[in-house]
């Protein structure tokens, strides 16, 4: 039970530390209490247990809490965010997954590093070095290849599944050597024979260059590279961090107890890991400092790991390595990322804090202004940033309030650190105007900004001075906050708004018949998201955006139903987590997102002059192409993780917060680690230890640890295995019953008539989804063709080898659906509608609902209320369906909806603009919105003024 006492002091301390079932000190109380009363040997008391945990975090090298104090004053406690990212090194299930270097993809973008903002990210921030065979080849430095080319490596990465490096080319010219720095060569690791301390040791070449290319001069003094010095001689790496802020209340009731934290992931490891709550990690939090004055440490911390690269044991290698840190992107919901990006937010006159769209009402309302909106405007950038804020402060120097208010108004550009300083330089204004009056007005003003600079070095946002990092455009847009309590959110309050209650009860008694099979969410409950229709959160509005388009008709008009339409073929694009054809998909969101915008204006023209969120969406193609799929941004772990957080502050004494949370956190880090197998330095530091046997089995064998930690293991189902039945409900029947329908079988299973086969629940695709008996599937006996239909059962041979799924295949019509512009799936296919395949050929699950709209299903159908699972002798009316022949294939559901577009024709799927002029469309649109809204103004100038006259 290394490094525990006993097994006792070790499932004791797992237990204190579950993330999600915290236990107070009654709790721990009462447990030991009940140990002892079974006679358990050796249990401790529970300061016993808090004194050995403290000891083990300094045996085991568990992460430090340390105290700072900010700018304004305000203390707090940051857990050491090198060590929290150094346990992914030294963790065996985490370290071989790291990923180190970018990488051009191979037809699929997926991950991070896939993307244009790692590709194109500044070398001296990228991993610096490649080793083969024991020598570190490191860029900025001289190297020759196997034929005796010499090149400088400029950057790693990999390019169709090799190593390479972008390199200049260097040539020999009269015993001189020539940079050829206006080019970049593409060289694989594979072909570097020598590195620059091979070429120096050995003397063959004399390193004399010749400026005849800009920049020859600058290569040469760059050799060695400096980072080897720091390395010592070990593996160098970059970690990418993802830093994630925002304020979380402290409290699991409704009384708000205000709190701003940072959580990090570590941007290395794969996507989809990325989404476990597992690999979520505490940084800080604190009721008084804001995220700014957090995030200015979180800076020092990845600034010192490039002075100081952190050395930890790396277990995929099995050696000893360095990292440093980057942070490429901050995902966070609107209003938190615009504040790291110095924005005002949606109070000002330019909304977006990625560009300088926007103006005043009557520039917004013109052609002009209002078809800008549609587009991307000039890009904001840090440089632009940080001048108008230092100008902002100039004229809060002069103590001049109503000019700032403007300059922030018009740029919308209010830093919220700076405008902490802003308010204080106008008091110290308007103080030394009354204790100075012989000081004239310029003298004053130096005297405050003096003032200003001895009370801090940096009056304004940090994130704005971070190496790597633009805040304007490294916000990638997020998909909750902006889709799903965005757009989604204000068509379904607009629709609803209008319905009676007949109509809304209409339309509940539908969603509920919906079929939810391949969607993968929760079961629908239509009542209550009618009965609660204005306090709908994020899972409710997913389920809408897939689903409401099928159950509208006729309780809605054509231009909402148009916006319905337009969200659902959105929202299926941006919820991909590959991307095959990267120039196509944006060419599609592209298109996606002018038909959202454009079938909004057809309903509401002002709405995007009045919600940034609608305007935020023309960013998102270069977002996806900077980021990868925005998937890989979401926010929905961390809002999980504030789950974990409320626990961990509800069990401190609230005297000193910031601390006990942090110190807590890192406690349950440290838990994590231990029981990963995780490596720390013994106590001589000459070796890396991990925990001993039993500590690390407990994660494996027991699956109520693995939940409670938020961990999954790292493995898909089988394809093609089965789900059995419970006894009672398996059917054993012949195979001449179950081959009532004359099924077409594999070539290679000829079943006996008398033969036995039993039933089973599922099948597990190659997707991963569970397939059951009534599901809509894709399968492929062949690589050449694709069944779609639906599973009639799921059979095996109790007498023998032979598993078959027995499917009622549909035909695909070439012609679209007139309403939902979704492929219509009908019966009888051309060729034989009854095919058996093997439980392997099964690909995916799909959506598919009934054609209600074309054959008037009504609520016609009658069954018992289930109660406390017992039928009742009540009944509720449901959706009956008129035939069974026709149905709608779902393009509009998230999941699997990359898999369905590989095998649909691009005619089915491919987005096409509802307007070909769209500046014509909209010079239209902002006429209608010039109009009401100046006869808005007018009605409320006339209102005021009566009001006035009265008085």
Known sequence: WFPYPSKIMFLLDLLDNLPRLQLSRPHLQLFIWVLKELGVPNVPSVDQLRGMQEKLREKCGGIETKRFQSDLGNIFYCNDLARLIAQNYSNPHTASLLQFYPEEPDGVTSELWHAMKIRNMDPDLLTPMYRKEGIDFYVKELAELKDGQLVIPIRWIIRQKQMCANAFLVTREGGYLRIHSDEEINVKAEDLQFNFLDLISISIHQMKLIVMTDGSKHHASQMPN????????????????????????????????????????????????????????????????????????????????????????????????????????????????????????????????????????????????????????????????????????????????????????????????????????????????????????????????????????????????????????????????????????????????????????????????????????????????????????????????????????????????????????????????EIDNMEEYLEDIKIAIGNVLDSFDAVDGGRIIDKMKLHTLVHIPEDIRNHGPLVRSETEVFESFNGVFRLCSIHSNHQAPSKDIAIKCARMDMTKHLICGGRWPSTGGNEWVSAGKGVQSILHENKVIQTMLGWAPHKKPTPGSLVAHTQKASLVKLWVQWNEKMYSLPSEISPGENSSWKSYKGVYSQSGDECREGSWVVASPNPSFQYMGRIMAIIRNCNGPGALILIKQYHLSSILHPFTNCPVLSFPPPDNPWIAVHTKDVLFALNVQHDCRTWKCDDTGLRSLIQEREKTDRTVSFIEHQEDNTFILNIFAVHNACRLRRILPRSLTAPVPLHEDHYKFHCQIAEQVRSTRTGRRQANAERRAAKNAGK
């Open 226 to 577: 400096q980072l080897r010095d720091l390395a010592e001689g070990e593996e160098l790496y970059s970690s990418w961090v993802i830093a994630w802020a925002d304020d979380v209340s402290g409290n699991t009731s409704k009384q708000m107890n205000p709190h701003k934290n940072f959580y990090v992931t570590h941007g290395n490891l794969p996507g989809q890991l990325l989404q476990q709550e597992f690999h979520v990690q505490f940084a800080s939090t604190s009721p008084h400092a804001s995220t700014a004055e957090q995030a200015k440490v979180i800076r020092e911390m990845v600034n010192d790991s490039h002075k100081n690269p952190v050395r930890v044991y790396n277990a995929a290698t099995g050696r000893m390595c360095r990292f440093r840190m980057v942070v490429p992107n901050l995902p966070a919901d609107n209003p938190q990322q615009s504040e790291e990006s110095s924005h005002i937010g949606p109070n000002g006159n330019c909304k977006c804090r990625k560009c300088k769209t926007g103006g005043n009402a009557h520039y917004v309302e013109s052609a002009e202004g209002f078809h800008a909106l549609h587009k991307v405007g000039e890009l904001r950038t840090t440089e632009d940033t940080l001048t108008e804020i230092k100008a902002q402060l100039e004229v809060a120097a002069d103590g001049n309030v109503s000019e700032v208010k403007k300059m922030q108004t018009s740029s919308g550009i209010k830093d919220k650190v700076a405008q902490g300083w802003i308010v204080q330089m106008i008091k110290k204004n308007k103080q030394l105007h009354v204790s100075h009056p012989q000081l004239s007005s310029g003298e004053i003003k130096s005297k405050v900004l003096e003032w200003l600079y001895e009370s801090t070095d940096e009056p304004w946002n940090p994130l704005l001075n971070f190496k790597g990092l633009d805040p304007h455009r490294d916000t990638p847009v997020e998909l909750l906050h902006t889709i799903l309590l965005g757009i989604v959110k204000y068509i379904w309050h607009s629709a609803n708004q209008e319905w009676s209650d007949s109509q809304r009860a209409k339309f509940a008694l539908r969603l509920q018949s919906a079929d939810i099979g391949g969607l993968n969410i929760p079961p629908l409950r239509a009542g209550y998201m009618i009965q609660y229709r204005n306090g709908l959160i994020g899972k409710h509005f997913k389920a809408l955006m897939q689903l409401m388009l099928f159950q509208v008709h006729g309780i809605i008009d054509d231009p909402r139903y148009a916006v319905i339409k337009a969200i659902g073929a959105l929202g299926a694009l941006l919820w991909f987590p």
